[in-house]
């Protein structure tokens, strides 16, 4: 297996390369690698500190038995637990310029369930956070429209709203991995996904309201940050599923998630889903915007770039064990991970402990709903033996999720996007595991 420095990468997310290029590639994985091994130190740590107060485990009464623990005011909105500092949002400093057009990356490692909570949502933004009073906020929607409106925050929210579990990945989300392994970490494999309930309007409610007229084809949604981000969205995913979103899981969204309004594309490129949105208008053609046409297009081997690939389609991933998630001795695990598709539910995932030659069905557990994480789940005892770690998921359409030789042969290897191949973990004989790819 060998590892190289994708140079497309310093293109991904539109950044300057320049930058991107500065440290050396040893000094990534360097980096990388401390990540890892300071999650590994935290374990250390805590089971230590386990042991140390025997006076407090059974069959002894432990001392929070006996003493009473601050009141109800001392933390008005909750956080979590001191002891889960090491679950965060992290970032890859070589691979954006600066932190006004960056990435954060989910620690997909860490989390339970299908719904990822909201400090922890992976961010993409290309011009840092807005600030934006809601009071002060109007949503204007125009163009080739009966009645154009603008609208204040509180006029939206007196439609009538819906909420939806769907994910958002970005299309670049395992995109420095077409030409070979480097990243060392599942949060920086796969961590720009993140899944949420939506609240909103869907947008086919609010173009009932302004009467689109007949040939308003396409939809174009702009963004009030310091990007203007923009996407042209053909009318027909408008009037599908597309809401105007103003909440994820149970509260006000974000700021970085596009406090007051985004739009939401569920099973759609990140990009589309259009955070801060000011503006909607009805058109009868694309609008051919810098993140359609210079980015967000995926270069083919034969030079040409595929335009408007807005499916993010089947992909899973092992999220346990994985880099983060080493194994500690043989015996009794839960294999478990994630499945996706933008182009529905997820009706099967099989997993390999053999790098594909041989496949068993795994169990998908809790929710399983079109075009939301689904987790799957692979009872095993470990025999300390080494093992090529793999899922493969198909969807409600009977697409299977590709080999990285079957999507290198259609795609070549010169694109940034959909990298949606199965992925491989190496579990090596002393537990650990190692981000690797095999033919
Ligand atoms: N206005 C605006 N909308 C935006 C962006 C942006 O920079 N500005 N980034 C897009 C990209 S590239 C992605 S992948 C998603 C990420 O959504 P999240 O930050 O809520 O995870 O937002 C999209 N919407
Ligand atoms: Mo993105």
Redesign the pocket.
């Known amino acids: 297996m060998t590892r190289h420095y994708n140079s497309e990468t310093a293109r991904l997310?539109g950044v300057i390369a320049d930058e991107a290029n500065k440290l050396p590639v040893s000094d990534r994985r360097d980096f990388l690698r401390k990540g890892v091994a300071m999650a590994g130190t935290a374990i250390a740590a805590a089971t230590a500190s386990g042991g140390a107060l025997a006076s407090n485990l059974p069959p002894n009464i432990p001392a929070s038995n006996r003493s009473l623990g601050p009141g109800v005011v001392t933390n008005p909105y909750g956080q979590p637990s001191r002891f889960e500092g090491d679950v965060v949002r992290r970032t890859v400093p070589w691979l954006t310029a600066n932190k006004i057009?960056s990435?954060s990356f989910s620690p997909l490692q860490e989390l339970s369930g299908i719904i990822t909570p909201n400090g922890l949502?992976?961010?993409?933004?290309?011009?840092g956070v807005p600030t934006i009073d809601p009071s002060e906020h109007r949503l204007m929607i125009h163009g080739l429209v009966e009645r154009p409106i603008v609208l204040t925050m509180d006029e939206l929210m007196r439609f009538p709203s819906t909420s939806l579990i769907r994910f958002?990945?970005?299309?670049?989300n395992g995109g420095m991995e077409w030409r070979g392994a480097q990243m060392e970490a599942l949060q920086f494999t796969h961590g720009?996904l993140?899944c949420c309930e939506w609240t909103g309007v869907p947008l086919s409610t609010l173009l009932q309201e302004v009467g689109a007229k007949p040939q308003g084809k396409w939809v174009l949604a702009?963004?009030?940050?310091g990007?203007?981000?923009s996407r042209s969205i053909p009318i027909e995913k408008a009037l599908d599923d597309t809401l105007v979103v103003f909440a994820q899981n149970g509260e006000a969204l974000r700021p970085?998630?596009?406090y007051p309004v985004?739009?939401l594309n569920p099973g759609w490129?990140?990009?589309?889903?259009?955070?801060?949105?000011r503006r909607i208008e009805v058109g009868d053609k694309p609008w051919f915007h810098r993140?359609e046409t210079s980015k967000?297009t995926d270069l083919m081997p034969d030079g040409k770039a595929r335009k408007f690939t807005w499916v993010q389609e089947t992909n899973s991933v092992i999220t346990s064990p994985c880099p983060e998630k080493p194994l500690r001795g043989r015996g009794r695990y839960e294999l478990e991970g994630l499945a996706w598709s933008g182009r529905g539910r997820i009706k099967r995932v099989d997993v390999s402990f053999d790098g594909g030659v041989s496949w068993q069905q795994a169990r998908l557990k809790g929710l399983v709903l079109p075009k939301a994480l689904t987790r799957f789940s692979f009872e095993w005892s470990w025999k300390g033996n080494p093992a090529l770690l793999q899922s493969r998921a198909i969807d409600e359409t009977d697409y299977v999720q590709p080999t990285l030789t079957q999507l290198r042969q259609v795609r070549g290897v010169e694109s940034i996007y959909h990298k949606n191949a199965i992925h491989t973990w190496k579990l090596a004989a002393d537990g650990t595991v190692t981000n690797v790819q095999i033919d």
């Open positions: 997310l057009s990435i949502v992976f961010e993409r933004y290309h011009a958002i990945e970005c299309p670049a720009m993140s702009e963004g009030a940050d990007a203007a981000m970085e998630q596009g985004r739009l490129e990140g990009n589309t889903s259009i955070k801060w949105l993140e967000y």
